[in-house]
């Protein structure tokens, strides 16, 4: 059993910045992809961006370019910086896992976050 947890949300400015960490705990012998989504309200949850293990990122259209994933691997976290917000980043940020217990391989939701950029 694995459980992850976001924080570093809140209410910013737009062209303001956030840094959003979400850390896995529990029952892991590695975490594999870990990625980033958001969900406005009336919306569908849209991929924001991804990293491998390695390092290999993957980012959506929108946000490339303002927004930086990265993770540290020995405490199982990953982070996503925020840069240059815009109104209509405003969603709540959940945090997604593919995790390997042993020989079991999961994947995992955080619980989200919520981000809103308004003046």
């Known amino acids: 059993q694995v459980q992850l947890v976001e924080s570093g949300g809140g209410l910013v400015q737009p062209g303001g910045s956030l840094r959003l960490s979400c850390a896995a705990s529990g029952t892991i012998s590695s975490v594999s992809v870990m990625g980033w989504y958001r969900q406005a309200p009336g919306k569908q949850r849209d991929l924001v961006a991804t990293?491998?293990?390695?390092?290999?990122?993957n980012y959506a259209e929108f946000v490339k370019g303002r927004f930086t994933i990265s993770r540290d691997n020995a405490k199982n976290t990953v982070y996503l910086q925020m840069n240059n917000l815009k109104a209509e980043d405003t969603a709540v940020y959940y945090c997604?896992?593919?995790?390997?217990?042993?020989?079991?391989?999961?994947?995992?939701w955080g619980q989200g976050t919520q981000v809103t950029v308004s003046s």
């Open positions: 990293i491998t293990r390695g390092g290999d990122t």
């Open positions: 997604n896992a593919d995790v390997w217990e042993f020989l079991r391989r999961a994947n995992y």
